[in-house]
């Protein structure tokens, strides 16, 4: 069974940055991975998502902010936030998928989350 555990998120000012990290264990292929988060009173949103290939994708409200890397042989995926704004907030998720297709696909297509971990920007 797959497991995804995040770690690293807080609490920071506006300007602030944060580095999460997500550990992922029981899994043989991960074809792809991706960072999500969920404000209260809305949906879920891709943050960004990158393929075992090593492309990757991100919402346009964080490019050139954030970087998404993953390292197969450490079994980890990391989300670099710079310049963190309140929007940022919300509670961010490590998730992954062992089917087809990564840089467009929805929360309801990868089969496994993590827990979730907070992120808190205030201004």
């Known amino acids: 069974q797959v497991q995804l555990v995040e770690s690293g998120g807080g609490s920071v000012q506006a300007g602030g940055s944060l580095r999460l990290s997500c550990a992922a264990s029981g899994y043989t292929y991960l074809n792809c991975m991706g960072w999500f988060r969920q404000a209260p009173g809305k949906e879920r949103e891709a943050v960004a998502r990158?393929?075992?290939?090593?492309?990757?994708n991100f919402a346009d409200s964080v490019k050139g902010r954030f970087t998404i890397s993953r390292d197969n042989a450490k079994n980890t995926l990391d989300l670099q936030m710079n310049s963190l704004k309140p929007e940022d907030t919300g509670m961010y998720f490590c998730?992954?998928?062992?089917?087809?297709?990564?840089?467009?696909?929805?929360?309801?297509?990868?089969?496994?989350w993590g827990q979730g971990t907070q992120v808190t920007v205030s201004s």
């Open positions: 998730a992954a998928k062992q089917s087809p297709g990564c840089l467009r696909a929805r929360p309801t297509d990868f089969q496994y």
């Open positions: 990158i393929a075992n290939s090593g492309f990757a």
